[in-house]
């Protein structure tokens, strides 16, 4: 296990390095200088060239990348060249959006999908089971920016109920702030409701074919008991697995969400960055990205061996 | 005589200002008004981020003379100023009683240094050149004056820019996270990626002025996401980048009020003037014939503007009413044939991402081009290839973009400018121009230029469109023009 | 092995199916249903090319904006264009752009996976890992930087979603040629000395269509969802160029002013993903009657 653990986190490690080593490399290739851009239509040559060097971007891109890596290891990612302040500090300001975007989202996708994937499982046979798939179904089709369009036109544009995008901030007024982020979160998480309803039901079904729930069955427990304790705890590797990887997909999702609902996040800085060439800022979130996402697959896998002792990692 | 030449990049707003029937104004309350991006810092001296100048110039920064409403340069930290006979000595008698909002007072030294600053070419100032006349900046007393090397008729109109503010001496590297001004509102609060609070000064040495109690600039990257915070209530004013449609709902809805004024915008579809086939004269006067520019200013902006014919706009000194290739789709198709593509031509077309006007005139254009047998390739470029490629290397066939410097049509005279036209003729106007002993003169020398450029049909300029101001209906006392850059708030207030 | 769990993505999982009739009536109606879907928009698509409504770039202004009418079936949008014409020529794009994109990833992915399970060793990690690092990228990014590299347009989108399927298709593909790997059937040609790359193209590729098939239809849906959102970024198919990502790019600063553009190709894009995942699943059951998932 434990040899197991330390390899897959070097994997990891590795995994990280390269993809920040894509980015720089892509940046470099990307026509368009962050002095350039700073500046717009009215500079003149010489401030440009002031700028480059005030910025460092006369140093070549070997030592650059180097001291970047340098700067990284220590926890140090520098400044975005943008807007000349630290790129931690900047993240974390979007952190505050992104993060309750995120939780809302997969708080409201759990809050649908685990009843319904039950019910849908131990009703089958019923009416209620292919409606439930069916709608799942459908919902795994709609695109969430647009989910989220036809929610400001309905509750937006028609009822004037909740903001149609913009963010308070959680100093001026957090229900304002939890107001501007409801819509967004029910449109990114209906998506991935879809999907969890989905697993749930099809590792319900797995577990509840299992002898020994039949047998719990057979024993005369009511079936509510045999429900919770038994199936839904075996279960629970499945959807855990699921919803770990729906984060992910939640983390990438934002992107466009974002951008429909003009949110100050982590989707909208990475595009901002990209725009203005800023690569130390691009860089990190890029980082911070993949650690999610490699982080959520290492921690789902962690899971998996805590609640199916059956597994055994080679 | 020098002054006489500085008038001619005045322009004229006067004639536009649209008076709203206003009560009488009221001090107190705050007012929100939106910006459209955050910039790197506030310092208008170090970078170019018209976020920065939108939100400081005037309200907090002011330079020794400033712009004012009509467009004409006014007194701001200079009281009056006088020019020598030989154009080469500028004495401005400045203020008194002026004090910095960190409660310094406002003195001669601060105006040497500034200039020593922005004349030193490793400070990083945004325009070194707008200084290079500028041989020695001396301070008696409380005047200051600049000792030029040779005339320089543009240096009232650069003192009166964004770049030109004054700041106390020595505090040049704390301006861009604590900007310190002289202006009506102090600095109070950045909260980054969100928005800038300023708040009264109580020190301001005009009397009365500000009405609001603060003004708060908050940052809404997203247009629509912008309209909705205005309609919500949540900001009180929109000043920039208002769209056409978002200015329609707002017309009809009963909390809010659209002003519709004069900038100095041209929407102009440039023409790469050396490649082929666009080098020849016939095809970008056949582009020219097949744009009709009306239905442009209709489709693309819901009518919010004025079609125009050269590189000016009617509140330029030099504006002409001239169309030498009017819409005219029968007349394209000849020129066209006679140049040789009676069977078409293809050409590509590239609009830049973060401009909404500009990309949707561009479909229109597209569409009306395609109508007289040219076959064009659109694609939208995002913003730094757009600036690498195409406005620095010069590498496209044809692209649109808003010019919006007052007094640009002088880049006509730069043939390493990114529409490669070379002209003689246009150079010397411009020369003549900039010698030219009377403001008639000159400005004939200037008319002389807009009209050789659209003879030469060296671009097509499409519309200028007009300057959108959304707000909430208690506001008043905004600027309805956009002279300059600058959201000046100094006599903004909400009647109740 | 626990990092080819991520191979599972679950928006590519079909619909779970019980057991016996229910399931195969399922599975049918499935299949059915999805393949009308998709013919219904292919047929569109092909008949764009033939027939359509009215010119899809004729503008006119006196329209713009105007709810369904006998002229303008679906209404029309800012510029006064048709709805339907452009609807209908959008499907050719969003086919187009899916088709080739899952192509890249096929092609490339099964490329991967193949060598990756057959070979084994330190190519499988080293092949394996770069897999992770393009899962770890989010398929957004790799557009917008690919979009500033090239230019934005169809083909930038097709090559980044493409290369962002890879993963899913490389870890198929190595899957079912380590689980065929040790089959008697492939130790038989490999006793009878047959080359690697031959048991791979005779044996081994072979078995693994099945799948494959089900993973395309899938992958198709998921690939139609991202053309939609890159378009809508701006990243995708070039404005006038009607694609239903970047109809809906335009029509969102119109909602307030009409509904029906916003609405109108979003309903396609819907018809459309939910046909390809119909149709995956519907296969799933038709072509491997034993999977349990």
């Known amino acids: 296990m ?56 006369d140093v070549p891109p070997v030592p650059r990348f180097l001291n970047w890596l340098g700067g990284a290891l220590r926890g140090d990612f520098g400044d975005s060249l943008n807007y000349r302040r630290p790129v931690s500090e900047l993240i974390a300001g979007r952190l505050q959006v992104s993060v309750p975007l995120a939780l809302g989202a997969m708080a409201i996708a759990c809050l649908i999908a685990l009843p319904l994937g039950v019910i849908s499982a131990l009703r089958q046979g019923s009416w209620l089971d292919p409606l439930i798939v069916s709608l799942a179904q459908l919902g795994a089709a709609v695109p969430s920016f647009w989910l989220g369009l036809m929610l400001i036109l309905f509750f937006s544009v028609e009822l004037g109920w909740l903001p149609a995008g913009g963010y308070m901030t959680w100093e001026r007024s957090p229900i304002g702030a939890i107001r501007s982020l409801i819509l967004p979160a029910i449109a990114l998480g209906l998506g ?27 024993k005369g427990l009511p079936q509510s008991r045999v429900v919770l304790v038994h199936s839904l705890r075996n ?20 992107i466009v969400i974002e951008q429909v609902f003009a949110l100050p996040g982590l989707g909208r800085l990475a595009l901002t960055a990209i725009g203005a060439r800023d690569f130390p800022l691009l860089q990190a979130e890029v980082l911070l990205y993949a650690t999610a996402i490699v982080t959520l697959s290492f921690i789902v896998d962690v899971l998996y061996g805590i609640l199916d002792p059956r597994i055994r990692y080679s | 005589m020098t002054r006489i030449l500085v008038a001619l990049l005045i322009t004229h707003f006067a004639a536009f200002g649209v008076a709203q029937e206003a009560p009488e104004p009221v001090a107190g309350g705050e007012a929100v008004v939106a910006i459209t991006a955050e910039p790197p810092g506030w310092d208008p001296t170090v970078s170019t981020s018209q976020e920065i100048a939108r939100v400081m110039y005037h309200n907090v920064f002011e330079g020794l003379v400033r712009i004012d409403r009509d467009g004409s340069i006014v007194p701001a930290l200079a009281e009056s100023w006088e020019v020598a006979e030989d154009g080469l000595t500028w004495t401005f008698t400045l203020r008194e009683g002026v004090s910095f909002h960190d409660g310094s007072d406002f003195d001669a030294d601060d105006v040497v240094a500034r200039f020593e600053r922005a004349t030193d070419p490793d400070s990083g100032h945004t325009h070194p050149e707008y200084y290079d006349a500028i041989e020695e900046v001396g301070a008696n007393d409380n005047e200051v004056t600049f000792t030029l090397a040779r005339p320089n008729s543009a240096l009232l109109y650069n003192l009166a820019r964004p770049d030109s503010i004054i700041y106390p001496a020595g505090s040049s590297e704390s301006q861009r996270s604590d900007p310190v ?68 709902q707002a017309g009809a809805d009963p909390n809010l009020k659209v002003t519709q004024g004069a900038n100095t915008t041209e929407i102009t579809m440039a023409l790469n003037n050396t490649r082929e086939p666009l080098d ?105 290839t757009w600036l690498e490629r195409i406005f620095t290397g010069g590498d496209y066939d044809m692209t649109i973009i808003g010019h919006s410097e007052p007094g640009d049509i002088n880049v006509y005279g730069n043939p390493d400018y990114y529409y490669h036209y070379d002209n003689p003729e246009v150079r010397e106007l411009l020369e003549q121009a900039e010698l030219a002993t009377s403001q008639e003169e000159a400005v004939e020398s200037y008319k002389a230029i807009a009209r050789t450029i659209a003879e030469d049909a060296v671009n097509v300029w499409i519309f200028n469109p007009a300057y959108l101001v959304a707000a909430k209906q208690e506001l008043y006392g905004y600027w309805e023009n956009q002279p300059t850059v600058a959201i000046d708030m100094t006599e903004a207030y909400l009647a109740r | 092995m626990a990092s080819s769990r991520l191979a599972r993505r679950p928006e590519l999982g079909g619909s779970i199916t019980g ?22 928009v292919v047929l569109a698509a092909l008949l764009s090319f033939l027939w359509l409504p009215s010119d899809p770039n004729a503008m006119d202004f006196s329209v713009r904006l105007a709810p369904p009418s006998l002229e303008h079936p679906l209404g ?97 593909m190595r899957s079912s040629v380590l689980s065929l790997k040790e089959r008697d059937f492939v130790e038989a040609g490999r006793a009878l000395g047959a080359t690697g790359p031959r048991i791979l193209w005779r044996h081994i590729l072979p078995s693994a269509t099945s799948p494959i098939i089900v993973q395309v239809s899938l992958s198709l849906a998921v690939a139609i969802l991202a053309e939609a959102a890159l378009s809508f970024l701006g990243l995708g198919t070039p404005p006038r160029v009607p694609s239903w990502g970047n109809m809906l790019r335009e029509a969102q600063s119109f909602m307030a002013l009409s509904p029906y553009p916003a609405l109108v190709p979003g309903l396609a894009i819907v018809v459309t993903v939910l046909g390809w995942s119909l149709l995956g699943d519907g296969l799933r059951d038709a072509l491997d009657p034993q999977s349990r998932r």
Not at chain 3, 27 to 39: E, V
Request: hydrophobic share 50%; aromatic share 8%; net charge negative.
């Open chain 1, 2 to 57: 434990l040899s197991y653990l330390v390899r897959r986190f070097a994997s990891a490690l590795l995994s990280i390095f390269l993809a920040a080593l894509l980015v720089f490399a892509a940046l470099l290739t990307i026509p368009g200088d962050p002095a350039e851009i700073i500046l717009g239509l009215n500079a003149s040559p010489g401030s440009v060239t002031a700028l480059r060097e005030q910025l460092g971007l």
């Open chain 1, 192 to 218: 991935q409701a879809a999907v969890i309803t989905r697993m749930t039901r099809a590792s319900m079904l797995e577990v509840l074919r299992q002898d020994y729930v039949r047998t719990a069955s057979a």
């Open chain 1, 235 to 254: 279960a629970l590797v499945t959807i855990v697995t699921v919803i770990g990887l729906s984060m992910v997909q939640l983390l990438v999702g934002a």
């Open chain 2, 181 to 248: 001004g002289t202006g009506p509102f102090r600095f109070v609060e950045w909260i980054p990626g969100s928005e800038v609070r300023l708040e009264k000064y109580d020190g301001y040495y005009l009397e009365g002025v500000p009405y609001l109690d603060a003004v708060t600039f908050r940052i809404i990257g997203d247009p629509n996401a912008r309209f909705a915070a205005l309609q919500a209530g949540d900001i009180d004013m929109i000043g920039v980048s208002l769209s056409p449609e978002a200015a329609l």
């Open chain 2, 280 to 384: 020849n004269p016939l095809v970008r006067q056949a582009i020219t014939h097949a744009i009709d520019k009306q239905a442009i200013v209709e489709g693309a902006n819901f009518g919010f503007g004025t079609a125009i014919g050269t590189h000016a706009t009617p509140v330029e000194p030099y504006w002409l009413e001239l169309e030498p290739y009017p819409y005219d789709p029968e007349r394209a198709r000849e020129l066209l044939a006679e140049a040789g593509y009676a069977d078409g031509l293809s050409l590509t077309f590239e609009l830049p991402e973060p401009y909404n006007i500009e990309r949707t005139a561009g479909q229109v254009i597209a569409q009306q081009l395609t109508e007289v047998g040219i076959d064009v390739e659109l694609s939208v470029v995002e913003w730094g």
């Open chain 3, 19 to 40: 057991a016996g009739m229910v399931r195969s009536f399922r599975g049918r109606l499935n299949l059915t249903l999805g393949a009308l879907l998709i013919t219904a």
């Open chain 3, 76 to 172: 029309t949008d800012q510029f006064g264009r048709d709805l339907l014409s452009r609807l209908m020529v959008g499907a050719r794009a969003t086919l187009y752009v899916g088709l080739i994109a899952v192509g890249i990833a096929l092609g490339l992915g099964s490329l991967v996976g193949a060598i990756s399970g057959f070979v084994g060793g330190v190519l499988d990690d080293l092949l394996m890992r770069i897999v992770d690092v393009l899962y770890a990228f989010p398929p957004i990014l790799m557009a917008i930087l690919l979009a500033a590299i090239y230019r934005p347009g169809a083909l930038t989108a097709m090559v980044a979603i493409g290369i962002a399927t890879v993963p899913v298709f490389a870890r198929l």
